[in-house]
């Protein structure tokens, strides 16, 4: 779906994804289903970063092959 054919208006689409902040299984699935989805979907996927002994050579290796994603994370 583009935004062209969209039936709701980008405001309430945001306002929608917002409301699933913290259901990080619908947000993946809304990352696969519009473009123009995305930026709001990874704004709360990656807002804060939980790091452990395991996950932080995984997350390295994340941000070394998706540097974009970076300025997402606001904690760490």
Same mark, same amino acid.
């Given at each position: 779906m583009n935004s062209q054919s969209s039936i709701l208006a980008p405001e309430l689409i945001d306002i929608?994804?917002?409301?699933l902040y913290d259901d @990080?299984?619908?947000? =993946?699935n809304c990352i696969l289903t519009c473009t123009s989805w995305i930026?709001?979907?990874?704004?709360?996927?990656f807002d804060t970063v939980h790091l452990t002994e395991k996950t932080l050579k995984l997350f390295w290796t994340l941000?070394?092959?998706s540097p974009h994603l970076?300025? @997402?994370? =606001?904690?760490l």
């Open positions: 929608i994804l917002d409301f @990080y299984a619908t947000l =993946k930026p709001t979907c990874r704004l709360h996927l941000l070394q092959t970076g300025p @997402y994370v =606001k904690f």
